[in-house]
């Protein structure tokens, strides 16, 4: 066989690159040292006492975390997928000699990122950057909200009750039933719309008008009305609302921060539908914000789908902010391809 040199590896990444690599544009707008110092805080107090930092950098294990989620594979196929992909390599910055992380390593870098409840924070690094070169407008600010499928369970119907109810089944917690505990999601709800039914969680997304960038979300489980965590997302920033009829109503209307325009759809009730006037507003509203179902589009589509594979919102908590971060990362690189073209 053929001795593979340095200059074949070169040259093999020079043709990826005139084919158009993904990753390759993603990296080359990204500083991803602005999440250095919050990864950095969370593993010096997890191994002050472990005798030294690990033989990976936690850079390029939360890359590998970001190509994890754009490609929707798992820990085992992470490794394979890195060992066996050039354009993988190039992105984590590994020559062909250099060590892969295995999938040992790259579960217990999560699950200590999971524990120190870290992800809102890593998602405001990337918030303050795209605020700070002017990317989100702010003329506008849309919100809705989508389901996230978690795997199901297959409980009795008192076992459900329980759950539903804040309890946790007292068989399940018996010794001998320690590792089907760990199986049991009880904090996923089932819930049902337009005759579907879905359980899981829900990403609550706030995003800007103009960039399609989320600004802010929030995680619930499944059951928890749209309009629930309208709220929490909203801050003085906001200065026109957009969404859909799920958050109309005097209720929410009253709780709005003063100085919020307020662009929610209007609902038709039994014996009082809309007037032709109201229907007309609502189609000049949905032309803006319509753009939030871009977003989620653009998850279902390209980033393969918005679900979860993990138990417990904890877990769920990470992996849906993970989503909506590389979202961001997404929309920038196209934002910035786009300006380079217009300017």
Partial sequence: MKQIGFFDENNCLRKLSKLGDQLEKLDSVMEWRIFENTLNRVFMKEHKNAGGRPPYSYLLLFKTLILQR?????????????????????????????????????????????????????????????????????????????????????????ENQQIKEGKTPEEWEK?????????????????????????????????????KLITHYAVTDAAVHDSQALIELLDEKDKVLYADSAYSGEPIAKQLPEGIENQIHEKGYRNKPLSEA??????????????????????????????????????????????????????????????????
């Fill in 70 to 158: 754009l490609f929707n594979i798992s820990d085992d196929q992470a490794e394979f997928q890195i060992n066996d992909r050039m354009t993988f390599r190039r992105f984590l910055g590994l020559s062909l000699g250099d060590l892969v992380p295995d999938a040992k390593t790259i579960w217990l870098f999560r699950d200590t990122l999971v524990k120190a409840g870290v992800m809102e924070e890593l998602f405001s690094c990337f918030s303050r950057q795209l605020e700070q070169r002017g990317v989100i407008s702010h003329k506008g600010t849309i919100v809705d909200a989508t389901f996230v499928e978690a795997p199901r369970q297959r409980n009795t119907r008192a």
């Fill in 175 to 211: 010794p001998e039933n320690i590792h089907k505990l760990r199986q049991k999601d009880i904090n996923a709800r089932w819930t049902k719309k337009n005759n579907e039914r879905h359980y899981g969680y829900k990403d609550h997304v706030k995003a800007d008008a103009e960039s």
């Fill in 278 to 343: 109201q229907k007309a507003e609502n189609k000049r509203k949905s032309r803006i914000r319509v753009r939030i179902e871009h977003v989620f589009g653009y998850m279902t589509g390209t980033m393969r789908g918005v679900t979860v594979r993990s138990i417990g919102i904890a877990r769920a908590t990470f992996n849906i902010g993970l989503t909506n971060l590389l979202y961001n990362l997404c929309r920038y690189e196209i934002l910035s391809r786009k300006q380079l073209v217009t300017g």
